[in-house]
């Protein structure tokens, strides 16, 4: 049972257009969400977070959108830049601690 | 900026050896974990520990891993005997504690571990 799902394994997009990775997730409970970014031979790198009480959570070129009633999730790069390329992860967590991630996004900023 | 530290970077072992995984996490974070990462595959959690216990483990934890938080600072995942599909990339994570709550959870570089 995938709780989190990134139903496409790959983005492209020009460096300065918008990148939209999107996420959903099937388990209620859920109550705080993360966005991570990974690249090869590398640890995960926490990106920006939300909380289920907002539906908005911004921080310089990343937004995160939560749409609760649809279960769904979105991370907006603006602009996105070639060094944006990398593994994007979405994660859940239900309560303190264990955190579920996606399969991950591949996403390709080209110059 | 403080920052988890793992080691080795690269783990090779035969197959039923027991390895230990070691983690450093940020010094005033409480909350530990540990995850890892088969290739080509998701990250998947494998344990949390706060307090000195276990707080949650997934079906994946099972008799042959173990957690210790040996001293003050270093957070170690044993395999006891190691098996084949054991060969993956291992994440240790920390994150604060504030009302109890964990916050975001910020990992280290990873461990390689190959078992032949």
């Known amino acids: 049972d995938q709780q989190v799902k990134q139903n496409s394994p790959s983005l492209s997009v020009q460096e300065g257009r918008i990148s939209i990775l999107n996420c959903d997730y099937t388990n209620s409970m859920f109550d705080y969400f993360l966005w991570y970014k990974k690249y090869p031979a590398e640890g995960p790198t926490f990106l920006i977070s939300i909380s289920s009480i907002k539906d908005k959570n911004e921080d310089g070129r990343f937004t995160v959108f939560l749409n609760k009633s649809a279960k769904h999730l979105s991370l907006h790069i603006v602009p996105s830049q070639p060094g944006d390329s990398a593994v994007y992860f979405c994660a859940a967590s239900a309560r303190a601690g264990k955190s579920t991630f996606g399969d991950g996004t591949t996403l390709t900023v080209k110059p | 900026e403080p920052e988890v530290t793992q080691t080795p970077s690269h783990q090779v072992t035969q197959m039923g050896q027991e390895v230990i995984l070691r983690c450093v996490p940020i010094s005033n974070h409480l909350y530990f974990y540990w995850y890892r990462q088969i290739l080509g595959q998701k990250v998947e959690f494998l344990v949390s520990f706060y307090n000195n216990e276990i707080s949650e483990k997934s079906e994946i934890f099972d008799d042959q891993f173990s957690v210790e938080r040996p001293d003050g600072s270093n957070f170690t995942l044993k395999i006891r005997s190691t098996k084949l599909e054991d060969s993956a990339m291992y994440f240790c994570?920390?994150?604060?504690?504030?009302?109890?709550?964990?916050?975001?959870?910020?990992f280290g570089p990873g461990t390689r571990l190959t078992v032949t």
């Open positions: 994570a920390s994150s604060e504690v504030i009302g109890a709550i964990p916050y975001e959870q910020y």
